[in-house]
């Protein structure tokens, strides 16, 4: 089953990593993509992103050296330059695209630029920028296109005031009061990173309290951590519009209230991009969001046609996107393969502190027979060296065995810290077991094992 023909549609996570297990398995790979390699991950989501919130960090950490002795002589402020930030974002992501397709065509995968669509479940149609077509013969097909920003027909993006999170490094000057509309991940990312910049940011959200889908302790601290901070968080509040008057833009909320600020983001979630593929002509099946049906191994309902990434609404992240897209080609092309185990999925957000979880919920512990333990940071040395006040970290073990089941980090690079807790539940350990490995003295990784520590159980609870 070696030597066979690929065409991969879309070039993200998903299409990339897939192009590069399939040429590991002497395919010939084609990877047809119309907007740049590396996808919306490298040139509009992730890597945007996080460089953008990396310069708000270093915002934040200026602001707080005071409390360690260090004093801005005569500074009152720190301005931002953001067109000078933008400029790094959008360079740092042309340079991350370049490499990816460097590594691509080196390892011999053809690159086309265009479009592609699938007329049977052996052909793709591509067409270039220029219009024109040519038709690739496939052995297999992967549909990798990704998802895109959701707009709303009451508040349609302008590239100006009004924006999706792709629009948002054009902007030259920082929003003089930048009004969020979303308080999911990206929406509570882009208003925390906002604020750090400098900028007044209203936060509308419309649950309860800010990442509904998130640990409500990490929650409610993110929540505390922006109003201290001066940003407004208007709670239960669903936005119905959003409209340009001249120089500002004005939200207007289910109950008629109306929230003016000079510009909006729209962080409402994304849609699938499987339109006008000919996917459902082609016989794959697509669930009533509009995304790709899938098995564990990212099999469609065609047994050609696999598909991978934000398109299948498995788990919205460029990991797990890359995850399935590698999955997909080994399967397909008869290599040893585990189907996807979202089970172990780590996710964090990049708010300041960051959250990182794994695992099953605190919410869920005794479902499964399980409790949790919390250490607040601020009780550890390292913390209270480094004026780290805020955070916690959270470990899930199963009663009797003491099996790590899930973790929750809050804390700075609480999305490097949580691999630990990652290894500790993808591999079983016990909390004894993780509590037995040595931890730095002073460090912030001690309190990983003190909470390890706490759930040990005595010989008559195992
Ligand atoms: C603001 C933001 C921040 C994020 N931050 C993180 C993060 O920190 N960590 C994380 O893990 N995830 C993050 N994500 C999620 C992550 O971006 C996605 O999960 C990831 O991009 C999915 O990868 P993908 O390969 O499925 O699709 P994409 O990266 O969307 O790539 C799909 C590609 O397919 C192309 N395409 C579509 N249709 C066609 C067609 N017909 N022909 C040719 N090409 C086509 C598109 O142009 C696009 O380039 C973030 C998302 C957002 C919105």
Redesign the pocket.
């Given at each position: 089953m070696r030597g066979r023909q690929v065409v991969i549609?879309?070039?993200?996570?998903?299409?990339y990593e897939a192009a590069l297990v399939a040429r590991q398995l002497a395919s010939e790979v084609t990877l047809?993509?119309?907007?740049?390699v590396?996808?919306?991950?490298?040139?509009t989501?992730?890597v945007p992103?996080?460089t953008l919130i990396a310069t708000a960090e270093w915002r934040s950490v200026i602001e707080s050296a005071d409390e360690l002795g260090v004093h801005l002589d005569g500074a009152t402020a720190l301005p931002v330059d953001l067109g000078e930030v933008n400029a790094r974002v959008r360079g740092l992501a042309a340079q991350q695209s370049a490499d990816i397709r460097a590594r691509l065509e080196r390892e011999g995968v053809r690159v086309f630029d265009?479009?592609?669509?699938i007329v049977t479940a052996g052909v793709v149609q591509a067409t270039a920028a220029d219009g024109a077509e040519s038709e690739l013969d496939a052995d297999v097909i992967l549909v990798?296109?990704?998802?895109s920003?959701r707009v709303l027909s009451s508040a349609r993006p302008d590239g100006e005031r009004i924006l999706t999170?792709t629009q948002l490094y054009s902007l030259t000057e920082l929003p003089e009061r930048l009004i969020v509309v979303g308080s999911g991940v990206?929406g509570a990312?882009f208003a925390g990173a906002f604020g750090a910049l400098g900028c007044d940011v209203v936060l509308i959200s419309s649950r309860d309290r800010v990442l509904p889908g998130e640990d409500p302790d990490a929650a409610a601290l993110i929540e505390e951590a922006f109003r201290r901070r001066g940003m407004r968080v208007l709670s239960r509040s669903r936005a119905a519009a959003a409209e340009r008057r001249g120089d500002s833009v004005v939200v207007t909320l289910e109950d008629g209230r109306e929230v003016t600020g000079s510009h909006c983001l729209m962080a409402v979630g994304?849609v699938p991009?499987s339109a006008?593929?000919g996917l459902e002509e082609a016989g794959v099946a697509l669930t009533r969001s509009g995304h790709v049906q899938v098995d564990r191994v990212s099999r469609t309902t065609v047994p050609q046609i696999y598909a991978?990434?934000?398109?299948t609404g498995v788990l919205?992240?460029?990991?797990?996107?890359a995850t399935q897209?590698r999955i997909a080609m080994w399967h397909a092309l008869g290599d040893a393969v585990a189907p996807l185990d979202t089970r172990n999925v780590p996710a964090?957000v990049?708010t300041a502190p960051e959250i990182a979880t794994v695992g099953i919920s605190a919410a869920a512990a005794a479902e499964h027979g399980a409790r949790a333990t919390t250490v607040p940071l601020a009780r550890n040395a390292r913390a209270k060296m480094q004026g780290i006040h805020e955070g916690f970290i959270k470990i899930i073990a199963r009663d009797g065995d003491g099996t790590v089941l899930g973790g929750v980090v809050v804390g700075p690079r609480a999305s490097e810290f949580i691999h630990v807790l990652t290894l500790a539940v993808t591999t079983r350990v016990t909390v004894d077991q993780l509590a037995s490995a040595m931890t730095i003295y002073p460090s912030l990784s001690g309190s990983m094992a003190e909470a390890a520590r706490q759930l040990h159980a005595a010989p008559s609870q195992r």
């Open positions: 549609v879309g070039g993200g996570p998903a299409g047809v993509e119309r907007q740049g590396g996808g919306a991950a490298v040139l989501d992730v992103s996080k265009g479009a592609g669509r990798a296109t990704g998802a920003p999170w990206t990312e994304g991009n006008g593929l991978a990434g934000d398109v919205p992240l460029a990991s797990v996107a897209g964090n990049f």
